[in-house]
C-alpha cells in the first residue's frame, strides 16, 4: 500500500462540515471485585470517568488529527452538558459555530461502564443512553437549515453523520443537497438508517446489515453484493457507494469505478470496533475532496479504520500513523 503514502499529506488543509447528531461519550472505568448480592452482576470499584466527543463530532475529530479543518453542525440542550460538550469541541479545535441549543431536549450522553483489570482487555458491562429521539421543532430545523445555508460555501466536502436522533430530517437532508451542489462541496453521507433520504450524494456509505435493511434483501456472497451495490448506486443516484463488511473489508461502485471488493487491512489485534465507521468516512472524504481516485481514497480510509479498531472507545488517526500503516 506504499503508493497511497503520496496521498496521506494532502488530506491536510481542507475544510470539511459535519452535520449530525452530537454526543457526550462517558467511559466509566472500574476494577471488578466480587459478584453482587442483589442480582448476578459484578461489583465495579470505580478507577476513573473520562468524557469524550462522541456521535457525529468524532468523524470531526478525525478531520482535525489529520490536519484539515472541521465545523460541526448539529444541537445540543440548554444544559451543563451541552456547555462540556461545547467545551469539548473548542478543545479539539472544532469550530462550534454550527451548534443549536434546544431549551427542551437533552444533550445526548451515552455512558459505558466497563471492567478493566490488567492484564485482561477492557470489557463493557452497561452502557446507558440519556437522548431524545423527538423530532426537531419549526424552529430548531430552520436554524439548523440557516447555518447550513451560511457555512457550506465556506467548504469542501460536507459530512452527514446520521446517528438516527432527528437532526438529519428531508429538509435539513435537501439543503445539504442543494447547497453542495450550488457551491461545488462534497456531498458525503455516513448513515445508519434513513438511506433514502440521501439521494444523490458524492459518497453514500453504510455497513453491510444498513444495505441490507436499505435494499430488503440478504447480502450472503458476491453476487449478492455487486448486485445489491449497483442497484442502491442506481435507487439513490449516487456517485460513489461504499459498503463495510467489518472483517471482510468492503466493497465499492462508482461511476468511475466498477464494483470491487477490497479485504479488510490486516489487524493483529481488534480491541473495539467503535467509531470505526466515523474514520473511515472522514479519511474517505478528505481524501476525494483532495483529488484521490475512489479506489485509493476507499484503501487508504480501510487503512485507517484498521488502526483506529486497535484502541478502546473512539479514536483518531494521525498523518505520522496513517503513513506508518500504508508503508508497512
Not at 496521498?7 to 462517558?26: C, F, Q, S, Y
Not at 479519511?283 to 483506529?308: C, E, H, K, Y
Request: a neutral charge; glycine letters at 8%; charged letters at 25%.
Amino acid at each position: 500500500m506504499s503508493d497511497l503514502a503520496p496521498i496521506v499529506p494532502r488530506l491536510a488543509g481542507r475544510k470539511a462540515l459535519i452535520v449530525g447528531d452530537v454526543t457526550l461519550d462517558e467511559y466509566l472505568y472500574g476494577r471488578a471485585t466480587r459478584l453482587s448480592r442483589e442480582a448476578p452482576i459484578p461489583v465495579l470499584e470505580l478507577l476513573r470517568r473520562e468524557i469524550i466527543l462522541g456521535g457525529a463530532a468524532n468523524p470531526a475529530r478525525n478531520i482535525v488529527a489529520l490536519g484539515s479543518a472541521a465545523t460541526q453542525v448539529g444541537v445540543v440542550g440548554a444544559d451543563a452538558e451541552g456547555e462540556q460538550l461545547r467545551g469539548l469541541l473548542r478543545e479539539a479545535a472544532i469550530d462550534d459555530q454550527g451548534l443549536v441549543v434546544s431549551p427542551r431536549r437533552p444533550t445526548t450522553r451515552k455512558t459505558r461502564v466497563i471492567a478493566d483489570e490488567s492484564p485482561r482487555l477492557p470489557q463493557q458491562v452497561a452502557r446507558l443512553d440519556r437522548l431524545d429521539r423527538a423530532a426537531l421543532t419549526y424552529d430548531e430545523e430552520a436554524r439548523i437549515i440557516a447555518a447550513l445555508t451560511a457555512l457550506i460555501p465556506l467548504h469542501e466536502a460536507v459530512i452527514c453523520s446520521d446517528y438516527q436522533l432527528g437532526l438529519l430530517t428531508p429538509a435539513v437532508v435537501a439543503t445539504v443537497r442543494e447547497q453542495c451542489r450550488a457551491h461545488g462541496a462534497l456531498f458525503c453521507v455516513d448513515a445508519q438508517g434513513n438511506s433514502r433520504y440521501y439521494t444523490g450524494a458524492d459518497l453514500f456509505r453504510c455497513n453491510d446489515r444498513e444495505a441490507e435493511a436499505a435494499l430488503g434483501a440478504p447480502l450472503r456472497d458476491e453476487a449478492d453484493f455487486a448486485a445489491g451495490l449497483g442497484r442502491l448506486r442506481g435507487e439513490l443516484g449516487a456517485r460513489l457507494v461504499i459498503v463495510t463488511r467489518g472483517p471482510a473489508g468492503l466493497s465499492l461502485e462508482g461511476e468511475s469505478a466498477p464494483y470491487l471488493h477490497i479485504p479488510a487491512a490486516r489487524v493483529s489485534e481488534v480491541y473495539d470496533t467503535t467509531g470505526a465507521g466515523d474514520t473511515f468516512v472522514a479519511v474517505t472524504a478528505l481524501a476525494l475532496a483532495s483529488g484521490a481516485g475512489p479506489i485509493a481514497a476507499a484503501r487508504l480510509a480501510n487503512a485507517a479504520a484498521a488502526l483506529v479498531v486497535r484502541r478502546y472507545g473512539n479514536a483518531v488517526v494521525t498523518p505520522e500513523e496513517l503513513i506508518g500503516a500504508v508503508k508497512a
